[in-house]
């Protein structure tokens, strides 16, 4: 099965808080997990990629993935009003070193960061 | 920068109709994808190509067909449009990595 769970939202802060995203997923074949932005009427837009556990740093936005729980976050700090869109997570099993196969994504969170 | 670009941002079509949508990536990326997006329903892969000629079955591929004649041009085909079939369409493309790059999606509306 390739179930992905990602809470809907949808999610407001203030600006400048903290924002954690948060995916959980039940097939422990995924190697490959992405995350994307969306904003209305458009296609997503590739964010943050990591492959297997661990951390990943890029500007304001940190990526977690723990394989053991099945579970990734997605933070975002200093939050912003140009951050408001609708993020998804994604992932894949990795044939081909990734390429090869379709993602599986979540439902994606509407995030709203009020000025 | 990654570019994939979609025929078309909006479609209406009739009940029956022959529908074709249209991708382009300027990449030179071997693996090409097309995903539907509904409310509540999230994306969902529809078919895919890994190379000119060959393709395979995603999620959901009732309905759809798709062709890959040139490795930059993936086609969606929807043989008969049915109003189920009313949804955002998205194409990607992908490099080695699996990171995939959309287009901007195409809006059909099939009445």
């Known amino acids: 099965q390739k179930e992905v769970e990602q809470d809907p939202g949808p999610l407001s802060v203030p600006e400048g808080a903290i924002v954690s995203l948060n995916c959980t997923y039940s097939?422990?074949?995924?190697?490959?997990f992405m995350w994307y932005r969306q904003y209305s009427r458009k296609g997503p837009e590739l964010l943050m990629y990591t492959y297997s556990s661990g951390n990943k740093e890029d500007g304001r936005f940190t990526a977690q993935v723990d394989k053991s729980s099945k579970y990734i976050s997605l933070f975002i700090r200093d939050s912003q009003p140009s951050d408001s869109a609708t993020y998804l997570c994604a992932m894949t099993f990795g044939r081909g070193g990734g390429g090869a196969d379709g993602l599986t994504f979540g439902k994606g969170t509407h995030l709203i960061i009020q000025p | 920068d990654v570019k994939v670009t979609q025929s078309s941002r909006y479609l209406v079509k009739r009940t029956g109709e022959k529908v074709f949508l249209e991708c382009v990536q300027d990449m030179d990326h071997e693996n090409m994808f097309w995903y539907r997006q509904d409310p509540g329903l999230g994306l969902r892969l529809i078919y895919f190509s890994y190379d000119v000629k060959m393709k395979e079955k995603g999620d959901i591929p009732e309905g759809y067909s798709v062709s890959r004649e040139k490795k930059e041009r993936f086609s969606l085909i929807l043989e008969s449009a049915s109003t189920n079939q009313t949804s955002m369409y998205l194409c990607?493309?992908?490099?080695?990595?699996?990171?995939?790059?959309f287009g901007p999606g195409t809006r059909l509306l099939v009445l």
């Open positions: 097939n422990s074949a995924f190697q490959y």
């Open positions: 990607a493309s992908s490099g080695p990595r699996g990171t995939q790059y």
